[in-house]
């Protein structure tokens, strides 16, 4: 197809004036509102630390539950800052099938197996444990039928002792151990095998058969073991952790009955066979716990409650927590236009007073709000990512944050009152370990670090 001349022009003509009006036109729309916008920016961001506004004290933690622990605790600990803890342990027994002992048994031995992998303390000073049968049943939650009177939930101010018998059955005198496998890496099963009376074998043995027909019965039958841990005086001591419930790879801890029968006696070389009854995650696992702050350097201030310290005292096992008030919250409301991009809140480890090589630190601490109920609650930041809310301990510079940035916005918003704040160790009841933080009267003590913009009016 050919074009002509003059076409061509009449073409490149209309072109032109298209891209003109095109180009106006932008020029126009660019141009349009700009004298509706400020010569300066919308919004400005700052920055602000608050030290002066926050007070903590050390105080008692509430009793904590102690039957709903994946992990259990024995023994008794002299910790050089934190006083004395001392842990006594109660459980029941399982049936693994129905316990057939065949033709006239005789008891041989009864141990009691609690296996271990981890303590808090010294593997030097020696402990000593008695071992007592519970009296009274320990109930692992709410839907027995069976009868009789639970006092779960179970706290741990629980007095095992008077549910038991006054009778020991055994004691055993033993220096924790702890070994690692070849990466140090891990550590392998430990056992305090505890030798027990025959009394309780032979009442194993010579059970009815109407009193095993199911696990529920058998309870009522045997309603488990008591174990006592003496307080130590002399030494350091350790908190064991018990490896008590069986999993998938590991079989847990067990009361073992070693007998002979006539099937037994008949053999050419007979083995004295073994019943055991094992601790399963359907058992009741109960810890009592006491501690004893007396002579530690927060004793006064723990007794009175209205103390400040250059130091705060966080610990597991319902130890110690702290009460955070952060004053002056209130002024944001009147600080219109304001919202909170960040709001981050920092905790010093006194790595000095901890002796942290020694004592390791809690992995988590959690920070908690008082409602008007005086009901303590997770902030909403927890809800929305619990990785975002933060509260793990951090290796690098020693510290725990914790992200409180929409909790902060409710407050200002009016949703939510200021009635303060408690910091507590999120592993409560399956771990001791302790740590001692810079408070607020430190110089590099608590801070918030508020990021936030400020919407500006015209």
């Not at 539950?65 to 600990?77: E, I, N, Q, V």
Request: aromatic share 10%.
């Amino acid at each position: 197809m050919k074009i002509n001349s003059n076409n061509k022009h009449r073409i490149l003509l209309a072109v032109l004036v298209l891209a003109t009006l095109i180009l106006t036109r932008c020029k126009k729309y660019d141009d349009l509102g700009m004298e509706l916008l400020p010569s300066t920016d919308l919004i400005t961001v700052k920055n602000t630390v608050l030290k002066d506004d926050i007070s903590a004290f050390t105080i008692r933690e509430d009793s904590i539950r102690t039957d709903r622990s994946p992990k259990s605790l024995l023994g008794s600990f002299n910790d050089p800052v934190f006083g004395n803890t001392t842990i006594d342990f109660a459980t029941h027994f399982r049936l693994v099938a129905y316990p057939d002992y065949g033709e006239n048994p005789e008891a041989d031995s009864i141990f009691l197996y609690l296996y271990y992998r981890g303590l808090y303390g010294d593997t030097v000073t020696t402990q000593r444990i008695r071992v007592f049968e519970m009296e009274e049943r320990l109930y692992a939650d709410t839907t027995s039928t069976t009868g009789g009177t639970s006092a779960y939930p179970y706290y741990q101010n629980v007095d095992l002792k008077s549910m038991a018998s006054d009778q020991p059955l055994g004691e055993l005198e033993f220096v924790p151990q702890i070994r690692l496998d070849s990466t140090e890496t891990d550590t392998f099963y430990q056992v305090l095998k505890v030798p027990l009376d025959m009394s309780l074998a032979e009442k194993l043995i010579n059970a009815d058969s109407s009193q095993m027909i199911s696990n529920d019965v058998f309870l009522n039958f045997f309603k488990g073991l008591y174990v006592e841990t003496e307080k130590v005086s002399g030494g350091e001591g350790a908190i064991l952790t018990l490896e008590a419930a069986a999993d998938n790879s590991f079989q847990g801890s067990a009361l073992v009955v070693y007998y002979n029968n006539d099937e037994n006696k008949a053999e050419e070389e007979p083995d004295t066979l073994s019943m055991p009854y094992i601790v399963t995650e359907f058992s009741a696992r109960v810890n009592h716990i006491e501690h004893d702050y007396t002579g530690t350097p927060f004793f006064e201030n723990i007794t009175s409650g209205v103390t400040e310290d250059s130091l705060i005292y966080i610990q597991t096992t319902g130890g110690l927590e702290a009460k955070i008030n952060i004053d002056n919250l209130s002024l944001w409301k009147d600080s219109v236009n304001t919202a909170i991009n960040k709001a981050e809140l920092v905790f010093q480890i006194d790595t000095i007073a901890s002796d942290l090589e020694n004592y390791p630190a809690p992995d988590q601490l959690l920070f908690t709000f008082i409602d008007s109920t005086g009901r303590e609650y997770l902030p909403k930041d927890y809800s929305f990512s619990p990785a975002f809310y933060g509260g793990a301990l951090d290796d690098d510079d020693y510290t725990y944050r914790f992200n409180i940035t929409q909790h902060l916005q409710q407050i200002i918003d009016g949703e939510l009152g200021n009635r303060g704040f408690r910091l507590t160790t999120a592993n409560k009841n399956n771990e001791a370990n302790r740590v001692i933080l810079k408070g607020s009267t430190s110089e590099t003590g608590i801070r918030l670090i508020i990021t936030y913009s400020k919407f500006l009016q015209q």
